[in-house]
């Protein structure tokens, strides 16, 4: 999710997160066969006004990044992903889990929900030159459910980027799909991104 312009911003924290080391891409015993999830396409997410979307390869693992908010304490799972980019500041991510059930997958989407909460204490105690604020923009009815949440960041030298990220699921998969770029939470889509978490929950399957 961070572009080249903003990845001053987080990349201290995400090296340190991933330094440290996580359990996020070592599968916990496979999970029963099924078809795999469907992703996002570019043409899913929130609109650009200058510049077009383009979709990376689906690849294994969790992704880098959303290291800041979640790099550390989720149980190792099947995760998968996918990177989006424009051609100026604003990136997305989508990351995708398989857990062995219904059960499982209802205990990681409330942890995933929790720790995006408490994002931005955590970044202001381990970064005391970032100011972070976090918001929560409500529930969706789509399928078992899904949560909206923003989070703004600024920094000491000037740096000030917008982020949206959702946690839905079907079942036993649950998806986190984030979205950033400079600003604050007047620059957020969030009407728009609601509409790409209930396409990325809905897709699924």
Known sequence: M?????AATLAALTAAVLAAGTALTAPAGAAPKKAAPRFLAASEL?????????????????????????GEGVPAHDHRHRVFRTELDT????????????????ALAALLNKKIRSCADRIERS????????RFYGSLPVEEGAQVHGLHTATSWGATDIHLLSVGRDGRTV?????????????????????TTKRAVNKLY
């Open 127 to 134: 970064s005391p030159e970032i100011e972070a604020e976090g």
């Open 91 to 106: 990136g997305a991510v989508q990351v995708t889990t398989v857990t062995r059930s219904a059960a499982q997958g209802k």
């Open 46 to 70: 929130p609109p650009h006004p200058w510049s077009d979307w383009t979709a990376g390869p689906v690849t294994d693992g969790f992704p880098a990044e959303l290291a800041f908010c979640l």
């Open 2 to 6: 961070p572009m080249r312009t903003r």
């Open 175 to 195: 998806t986190v799909v984030g979205w950033g770029q400079m600003g604050d939470f007047d620059d957020a889509p969030v009407a728009a991104f609601k509409k």
